[in-house]
T-cell receptor
């Protein structure tokens, strides 16, 4: 049973560019959340997708946007990259009916470096 | 919104000793408190969680306690082993508002053989 998979694992961008990160949830899960983890910090909630709609959002600017597809996979898009966007981006999925209350299963993350 | 503070930021213990990590939260509506372990370069993994209707939960060498009145919860690891070395994160989830997990800043635990 595959867990949460993310791609790419590492990438380097320059300021002002745009990036798309991808996530496939654990089999049987329908809710996907995205977190940003800066070096030495705890993960910070970006947003959560369920039934192809953004359901919850953290304190992140509109440069951060997302999408969920009918197969429950998800994308995180960041426009106009800043140096401060350098971080590990974690995707987490949760089972049906537990999007709000249940355990989160994390992927290994996509490490973004902005130069 | 919810704010979670975690202490200490680093903790070094001798193998076999106990380790305690403490967290406080601000939102009295929070009702779910998980603890995650993150090894270097790896994903955070849930090691134990507690809901607000219980005060303590144990799983082998790991236990979590919750004091709802004081709004703090703690992770206790007994008989520590070198493989317990990692960064540990506490988190809290509120029943109201933005019902996403809010994480603490992490504790780097080093178990000396």
């Amino acid at each position: 049973d595959a867990g949460v998979t993310q791609s790419p694992t590492h990438l380097i961008k320059t300021r002002g560019q745009q990036v798309t990160l991808r996530c496939s949830p654990k089999s049987g899960h329908d809710t996907v959340s995205w977190y940003q983890q800066a070096l030495g910090q705890g993960p910070q909630f970006i947003f959560q997708y369920y039934e192809e709609e953004e359901r919850q959002r953290g304190n992140f600017p509109d440069r951060f946007s997302g999408h969920q597809f009918p197969n429950y996979s998800s994308e995180l898009n960041v426009n106009a990259l800043l140096l401060g966007d350098s971080a590990l981006y974690l995707c987490a999925s949760s089972p049906p009916g537990q999007g709000i209350t249940g355990e989160l299963f994390f992927g290994e993350g996509s490490r973004l470096t902005v130069l | 919104g919810e704010n979670v503070e975690q202490h200490p930021s680093t903790l070094s213990v001798q193998e076999g000793d106990s380790a305690v990590i403490k967290c406080t939260y601000s939102d009295s509506a929070s009702n779910y408190f998980p603890w995650y372990k993150q090894e270097l370069g790896k994903r955070p993994q849930l090691i134990i969680d507690i809901r607000s209707n219980v005060g303590e939960k144990k799983d082998q060498r790991i236990a979590v306690t919750l004091n709802k009145t004081a709004k703090h919860f703690s992770l206790h690891i007994t008989e520590t082993q070198p493989e317990d070395s990692a960064v540990y994160f506490c988190a809290a989830r509120s029943q109201t508002g933005r019902r996403a997990l809010t994480f603490g800043s992490g504790t780097r635990l080093q178990v000396q053989p």
